[in-house]
Nanobody, 124 residues
Framework: QVQLAESGGGLVQAGGSLRLSCTAS??????????MAWYRQAPGKQRELAAT???????NYVDSVKGRFTISRDTAKNTVYLQMNSLKPEDTGVYYC????????????????WGQGTQVTVSS
């Protein structure tokens, strides 16, 4: 029922930009989720939280991306974005969209949902 789909990944040179999108089906982000987040996992490393936007619109970022990444949402399109500027090779990895504290319509409780991920590769 609930599906998250990421897009926008690709290959970019250091210093370039990418914009990731996460579109949802089965839920409405602004109503059903406490927060939406972007995680990333570099090769051989643990998955880490890169950016979060709460239901109220507050944003948080891991220190390594502050000033370069911006998480935002478009409620009309039921989409969250991650604008990534000044990309560095260490930003390379698979980026995952996550819905946190999601209560699907017609259900009770809180659930987390993950997208399949989109590959971001930053060349030096």
């Amino acid at each position: 029922q609930v599906q998250l789909a990421e897009s926008g990944g690709g290959l970019v040179q250091a210093g370039g930009s990418l914009r990731l999108s996460c579109t949802a089906s089965g839920i409405i982000f602004s109503i059903n989720a406490n927060a939406m987040a972007w995680y990333r996992q570099a090769p051989g490393k643990q998955r880490e939280l890169a950016a979060t936007i709460t239901r109220g619109g507050s944003t948080n970022y891991v220190d390594s991306v502050k000033g370069r990444f911006t998480i935002s949402r478009d409620t009309a399109k039921n989409t969250v974005y991650l604008q990534m500027n000044s990309l560095k090779p260490e930003d390379t990895g698979v980026y995952y969209c996550k819905g946190e504290g999601v209560t699907p319509l017609g259900r009770q409780g809180f659930y987390d949902y993950w997208g399949q991920g989109t590959q971001v590769t930053v060349s030096s």
